[in-house]
């Protein structure tokens, strides 16, 4: 790669304004991993349940670990989840 | 007016075709239409004038979705609830492209070598030099660990999930894959990284101190 290249990569590139190796998040995923976790599409079969679950007040923490754990790693599924969760708790009982 | 139906109802509805097919389809329809409005708050209100697109586009690709699948529903939570989530994955997968559409991986992904961040020494205010090339080498040995453990795709999917924040199913998308598998590839390669690491005696949170 030529210098001007570089230069420019260097001003305009966002991983350049980052002042954290990217590794470290690396490190912490690997520290949190588990043998066994649900992929977001085994998560997708029981969030509705889940959600009804946690929602009736049960500790779903308990009884559904797996979708619990993913709901902590994956930040796609816990949007959804707190997405859903604002529907089920609307006032017009969508 | 809509109908109440439990969730045996819903199905004999949504087998049945004709009349009550359509009248469940637009009942189903309309408490989508009701629900994403909540469920994307967050990030788009409904006053947004890609709103009503958005929600319409998810909506009629929920129905789609619900006809195709309906064997898979397994009766575990409300039919509703089972819809909701479905129509909730659509609108924000469409969400998450819309947003993302003109952020460029292209500069982010290629490293400098020669330009890394620098190392966290600061819980240690005046390190001894032979504790800065302790960290130094652990610092290299790490790097080197996750080089040789990581396929280029995982690197890729790595860097854009934790340098751009940039969600699972967007990263999945530019890399050819979808969410599911990409989520299964990381699992793959944090497990692989951990096992690697543990045998060559590292330990993660001496480690992540290094690391700024």
Redesign the interface.
């Known amino acids: 790669m030529n210098w001007i290249k570089?230069f420019f990569?260097?001003i305009?590139?966002?991983?350049?304004q980052?002042?954290?190796?990217?590794?470290?998040?690396?490190?912490?995923?690997?520290?949190s991993?588990d043998?066994v976790?649900l992929?977001?599409?085994e998560v997708?079969?029981?969030?509705?349940?889940y959600?009804?679950r946690e929602q009736r007040g049960e500790d779903v923490r308990q009884l559904m670990p797996l979708v619990a754990a993913h709901l902590e790693r994956?930040?796609?599924c816990l949007?959804?989840y707190q997405?859903?969760h604002?529907?089920?708790?609307?006032p017009?009982g969508? | 007016m809509m109908n109440k139906r439990d969730n045996e109802q819903w199905l004999a509805d949504l087998n049945a075709g004709g009349e009550a097919q359509a009248a469940a389809l637009n009942d189903l329809r309309t408490?989508i239409l009701?629900?994403?409005p909540?469920?994307?708050?967050p990030w788009m209100n409904s006053s947004d004038p890609r709103f009503v697109p958005l929600v319409e586009e998810a909506a009629q690709e929920t129905l789609l979705r619900v006809l195709d699948h309906l064997n898979?529903f397994?009766g575990?939570?409300?039919f509703t609830?089972?819809v909701?989530?479905i129509a909730?994955?659509a609108a924000?997968t469409e969400l998450?492209r819309k947003y993302w559409e003109n952020v460029s991986l292209e500069?982010?992904l290629?490293e400098?070598e020669e330009?890394?961040?620098?190392l966290k020494l600061a819980a240690d205010p005046s390190p001894s030099p032979e504790r800065l090339a302790e960290k130094a080498e652990l610092a290299q040995r790490?790097?080197r660990i996750?080089a040789e453990e990581l396929s280029e795709k995982q690197r890729r999917a790595?860097?854009a999930?934790?340098?751009?924040g940039m969600?699972?199913?967007e990263a999945a998308r530019r890399l050819g894959t979808n969410?599911?598998a990409l989520?299964?590839l990381?699992?793959d390669a944090?497990?692989r990284?951990?096992q690697r690491?543990v045998a060559e005696g590292v330990s993660?949170?001496e480690?992540?101190e290094t690391?700024?």
């Open positions: 570089k990569r260097h305009f590139s966002r991983h350049h980052s002042t954290q190796d990217w590794r470290r998040s690396v490190l912490e995923m690997v520290q991993t043998d976790e992929s977001c599409d997708l079969v029981l969030l509705a349940e959600t009804e994956c930040r796609d949007e959804e997405a859903l604002r529907i089920l708790d609307a017009l969508a | 408490l009701i629900g994403l909540y469920a994307l708050s898979e397994q575990r939570s409300q609830t089972w909701h989530t909730v994955r924000l998450r500069g982010l290629e400098d330009n890394l961040p620098p790490v790097r996750i790595l860097i999930l934790a340098v751009q969600p699972m199913e969410r599911n989520y299964k990381l699992h944090r497990l990284l951990k690491l993660i949170s480690a992540l690391f700024g």
